[in-house]
């Protein structure tokens, strides 16, 4: 008996490590593939869920190989597509398709533990049921007469085969039209539905007739009537007509349309034209926390066929989901947060990446740090599906695109109410302090319209980007400020808790009675955050109902949608926020917005610091006026000449755009090159530099002046570990790729030192 060949697979493990080779057991050989999910021991004593990427016979040569411990699910639970994205990530954004894994799987579908059987108590699997359907060597009429044929006088088994033939016809084609049973036509069939015991279909797969497996039963079909679409504007109409004549030339398009103009009824549209072609679709959101009013929009035109995907669902949920659109053939609406990027999506025709130019699209804090918006138009391409990028105030990488040509360019100008935009009111606060029209962090300019707002029954909103009482304390004695132990960075008061607390880590102390350095009882809040404006605001105005969105407050989803429904019902009068409050809130009595400190949006030191400063503005301004009247939104800053205020307060984004890409394109910095910012990382503070020395040093005998740094960041320890920064600008005519092929020999330069071994490079591609 000639000996059989052994087989491998390759599995991609939630790890940072490349694909490990294990050796597949007999009795598996031949039901795993490409995409099945399995178990396999690592090390000592642990198991985890891994990802056939390949499967091969070529024994790898190494000396101990291990074979997987279970098949969690035959049947792929990553597509061919997904897996290609996964790849392109890892390539792209410098880490390991592991990585990539570890944030694509829900927690209920990677289970590890450290026996095999812990492990596979936390998987979560769905009911399989058992399917038969026609062995594939039985590929034309006459291959099955002869299968039949070979049957010879097996009763039982014909009959099965009969059986399963007539439930496998094509619905609607009579047993006696002309190719009713061609194998080609005949689909597979629950095993239930046929009449045959089990020795027989034992008998049929040995003969290679019939073939059995188990998966998932398919959903219940989904409603395709959906409520009758908003009837468009003329202008609304012609930007549809433009996007799809856009679409069917490029495969990207930008939708630039002001607060207000409407762009969700637009999306409409699409949407449900695409879910009318039999296509999925999937919609890209900043923040899902934020945009329950825009979830409940969507049900009510396309009702069950939406599936909402975000973090806050249970693990079983997400697994559920995640599970769901595996198979989903079409017609779902798929609406989430960058992580739904990773999604199974079959069948995808339609990308949808609403405000495109919010940095949350970008995963910055852990790998994989990828753009959402940049791999769902590469996601797209793998399907041949569109993309519409939609902003009032695109990114400048979008913009340019569009304007260049590449992607289709879609500009809607005019408000859906017809209400004219905003008028923007700038308030010199260095001006009314020496006037004395400045009562603590408010001109009394702001003061006089929140009072005029209040007494006409209207809503105010304030928006404040910093969180907290005041960003620090201080000794009034001498001059101690309160630090984290573990990061350098004050801790920010939380006076309603009576703690300081580090942004960073998360640290918090209480606020201590005496200054622990001179014993002084004189600490002094410094700074202004939502919290004490909050404060403030109702002791000016005590009759008022003040309320607060931030993360502190908005630390649960049912705070936060108590906050959003008491504000969106008139409960609330005025309401204090963070960016939280900028997101694609539609309120319609807010007639007044308040920018309290602009010029901490403007002295940000960051190349995008003036594009993101005109974002915040006119996305939070945005808020204002929305149904009947024009609102107003009043700027507080020190620098009221500052182009930037001056553009806002135009509305002018070409300007902007303009003003700021001449910078960029001076100083070569994104969109006209690219970026990677690299983050090394140690406890030993001496030999982080040491390090950072010979890697820079390094890095500048294959890339020159391109490579910036070492730098210490402005909050240079965070939890206990030094951090130094690097920034590799490539020009946009030399390769990327080759650059980050570059890159990666040098980290591992670095990291085969033993002295510099456990020095952390982390990379960021395309930083934001
Ligand atoms: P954008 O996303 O462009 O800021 P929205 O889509 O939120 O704008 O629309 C702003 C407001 O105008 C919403 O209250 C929306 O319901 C309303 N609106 C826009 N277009 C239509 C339409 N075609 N029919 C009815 N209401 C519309
Ligand atoms: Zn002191
Ligand atoms: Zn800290």
Redesign the pocket.
């Known amino acids: 008996m000639p000996a059989s060949v052994e087989r491998y697979v390759d599995v991609i493990l939630p790890l940072d490590t490349p694909p490990l080779t294990f050796l597949l057991p007999e009795p598996w050989v031949d039901r795993v593939e490409v995409g099945s999910r399995v178990l396999v021991p690592l090390g000592a004593r642990k198991f985890y869920t891994g990802i056939v990427w390949r499967v091969h016979d070529r024994k790898p040569a190494v000396k101990r190989l291990r074979a997987i411990a279970e098949v969690t699910d035959a049947t792929p639970v990553v597509t061919p597509e997904q897996l290609r994205l996964w790849m392109w990530m890892a390539d792209y954004y410098l880490c390991s398709p592991g990585v990539v894994m570890r944030a694509a799987l829900p927690a209920a579908l990677k289970p590890d533990g450290f026996s095999r059987d812990e492990a596979l108590q936390g998987d979560y699997r769905a009911t399989q049921i058992a399917y038969v359907r026609l062995h594939p060597r039985i590929a034309s009429e006459a291959d099955l007469q002869a299968a039949l044929d070979s049957l010879g006088r097996a009763r039982a088994r014909q009959r099965a085969v009969m059986d399963y033939l007539c439930a496998a016809r094509p619905e609607g084609v009579s047993e006696d039209a002309p190719g009713a049973f061609d194998p080609k036509g005949l689909g597979a069939v629950p095993r239930r539905q046929i009449s045959v015991s089990g020795p027989v279909l034992k008998a049929l797969v040995e003969r290679e007739i019939l073939e059995l497996f188990w998966q998932e039963p398919p959903q219940e079909s989904l409603t395709t009537e959906f409520a009758p679409l908003?009837?468009?504007?003329a202008a609304?109409s012609q930007a549809l007509e433009a996007l799809q004549k856009g679409l069917a030339e490029k495969s990207v398009a930008l939708l630039q349309?002001?607060?207000?103009?409407?762009?969700?009824?637009i999306y409409i549209h699409l949407i449900a034209e695409a879910l009318q072609r039999g296509g999925n679709v999937l919609y890209l959101l900043p923040e899902i926390a934020l945009t329950t009013q825009l979830i409940e929009r969507m049900r009510a035109y396309f009702g069950s066929a939406v599936v909402v995907y975000h973090s806050r669902l249970s693990d079983r949920r997400r697994a559920e989901v995640y599970r769901r659109l595996l198979d989903a053939p079409g017609g779902e609406l798929i609406m989430g947060v960058r992580s739904s990027v990773l999604l199974p999506v079959p069948a995808l025709s339609l990308v949808v990446i609403d405000e495109e130019h919010e940095n949350s699209f970008k995963q910055s804090d852990n790998a994989p740090r990828y753009h959402a918006r940049d791999t769902a138009i590469l996601l797209a391409s793998l399907y041949g599906a569109r993309t519409v990028l939609g902003s009032?105030t695109p990114s400048l990488e979008s913009y340019l695109n569009a304007r260049s040509g590449k992607y289709a360019h879609v500009i809607l100008t005019e408000r859906?109410?017809g209400v004219s935009l905003p008028q923007v009111v700038v308030c010199d606060t260095l001006r009314a302090a020496r006037r004395g029209e400045k009562r603590s962090h408010f001109t009394t300019a702001l003061l006089d319209r929140i009072d005029e707002a209040l007494k006409q029954g209207d809503q105010v909103i304030l928006f404040q980007n910093r969180r907290g009482f005041s960003p620090y304390v201080e000794c009034g004695n001498c001059g101690w400020t309160a630090g984290c132990p573990q990061c350098n960075v004050t801790l920010t008061y939380h006076k309603a808790e009576g703690v300081l607390r580090c942004h960073y880590c998360g640290f918090q102390m209480a606020v201590p009675a005496v200054c622990p350095s001179c014993s002084t009882p004189d600490l002094r809040p410094m700074g202004f955050g939502t919290e004490k404006i909050e404060e403030e605001l109702q002791a000016i105005f005590p009759e008022a109902v003040v309320d607060r969105l931030d993360a502190d407050v908005a630390r649960t989803a049912r705070s936060y949608a108590r906050i959003l429904s008491d504000f969106e019902q008139g409960r609330t009068d005025i309401l204090v926020g963070t960016q939280m409050i900028t997101k694609?809130f539609?309120f319609g009595r807010v007639s007044l917005v308040g920018i309290l400190n602009a010029d901490n949006l403007l002295n940000y030191p960051d190349f995008r610091a003036g594009e993101r400063a005109f974002q915040l503005m006119m996305q939070v301004g945005?808020r204002a006026g929305?149904r009947q009247r024009q609102g107003t939104v009043v700027i507080q800053t020190a620098q009221s000449t500052h182009p930037i205020i001056e553009q806002v307060r135009r509305g002018d984004y070409e300007a902007m755009a303009a003003s700021q890409l001449a910078e960029r394109r001076t100083f070569l910095y994104p969109p006209y090159c690219r970026m990677i910012a690299l983050t090394l990382r140690h406890r030993d503070k001496a030999l982080l530099w040491r390090a950072a020395a010979v890697f820079g040093a390094e890095c500048r005998t294959v890339f020159g002046a391109r490579v910036l740094g070492p730098e210490a960041p402005p909050v240079d320890r965070v939890r206990g570990q030094f951090l130094v920064r690097f920034l590799l600008k490539i020009e946009k005519q030399r390769s990327f790729a080759r650059a980050k092929t570059l890159l990666k020999e040098q980290i591992a330069q670095l990291r085969a030192q033993a002295e510099f071994r456990y020095v952390e490079v982390i990379p960021d591609v395309d930083p934001q």
Not at 230 to 233: A, F, G, N, R
């Open positions: 908003p009837q468009l504007s609304q349309g002001v607060t207000g103009s409407g762009k969700t009824e009032a859906y109410s694609g539609d945005g929305r």
